[in-house]
């Protein structure tokens, strides 16, 4: 596997790729990679030839008082990881390679509806972020078809939202997030946590899936329910921004009626920010009656 840092370089491996006659896929990250990412590389080899991975840590989906600065760069590791996963090429840029005329004058790429609400609120402008330095990605790339976590559900949301409206030809892939033993989701945030907090973070995946169990024996009322999930919650020591349950492809609130959902949580423990979500199909659930 090849690492290139520049657009120069990038464009000229895939363009050989392509040459050849291969297939690209896209894997965009921001590094410190763990089983997750190394899914997420695995099912693009599975479907593609010539799979690029870019590892940026990009300002411009950080908030002032967010973790930029100290959020962890791990380069060697990463390179091990994505061999060991079957990526083919690496792009790993600067900043002043993706944004060589600083980030105020930037193109920006909004996707409106979709980003507001839910992580959107406690983190304005982090979706125009991602939705910006997606964009370049898959301008810089060109590839056939680009993979992501549903961990970040509503990410995904706006991207697949961006390529269907800006008409970018590329497939939008999915993938089911990777959980510890425990259930806790794999997040490269998961590292801040203390040995007691990171006991403890387990909690979240268990709300949810007890939420969804609730709802699939036929509970409606959502706003009580969620109010309960939320006490327990703060009572074993998370401050909670969100639980939700939205439709699970508009992801505006979900009515009594809907039964294809997303129960989504953000809660913070400690300075940590840990988010989380569980997709429930009620027409597709062996738990409903
Ligand atoms: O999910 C991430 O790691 C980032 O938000 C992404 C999609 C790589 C954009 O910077």
């Known amino acids: 596997m090849n690492t290139v840092k520049t657009v120069r370089e990038l464009r ?8 050849e006659g291969k297939r690209i896929g896209l894997v965009p990250t921001m590094g410190n990679l763990h089983s997750g990412h190394a899914a997420l590389v695995a099912k693009a080899t599975q479907r593609v030839d010539f799979v690029v991975a870019s590892i940026f840590v990009n300002p411009l989906q950080f908030g002032p008082s967010e973790d930029l600065d ?37 193109t920006r ?3 409106p509806q979709l980003s507001e609400g839910l992580c959107g609120t406690s983190r304005p ?7 910006t330095v997606v964009s370049k990605l898959f301008n810089m790339v060109q590839p056939d078809l680009a993979v992501f976590g549903q961990k970040d ?51 979240l995946y268990q709300v949810l ?7 699939s024996q036929g509970r409606r009322d959502y706003p009580a329910l969620l109010e309960q999930a939320k006490q327990v919650i703060a009572q074993a020591g998370f401050v909670p921004e969100y639980l939700e349950i939205r439709h699970a492809l508009t ?39």
């Open 109 to 111: 790429v909004s996707v």
């Open 12 to 19: 000229a491996a895939v363009a050989r790729a392509r040459g």
């Open 153 to 203: 559900y509503q990410q995904l949301a706006v991207i697949r939202a961006l390529v269907r409206d800006l008409n970018m030809p590329i497939q939008i892939i999915g993938e089911p997030t990777v959980r510890a033993e425990d259930g806790l989701a794999l997040s490269s945030r998961n590292g801040y946590l203390s040995q007691e907090q990171r006991a403890l973070a387990p909690l």
């Open 70 to 106: 100290k959020y962890p760069r791990t380069l060697a590791a990463d390179q091990e990881r994505l061999v060991q996963a079957g990526c083919s090429l690496l792009f790993a840029p600067s900043a002043a390679e993706m944004y060589p005329d600083g980030m105020a004058g930037q």
């Open 209 to 215: 899936s007890q939420v969804a169990a609730q709802v």
């Open 125 to 131: 402008g982090h979706f125009e972020g991602v939705a």
């Open 251 to 289: 992801l505006r609130p979900a009515t009594a009626d809907d039964r294809d959902l997303v129960i989504l949580v953000a809660a913070n423990l400690g300075t940590t920010r840990l988010i989380d979500n569980l997709h429930l199909d009620l027409d597709h659930d062996p738990q409903h009656s």
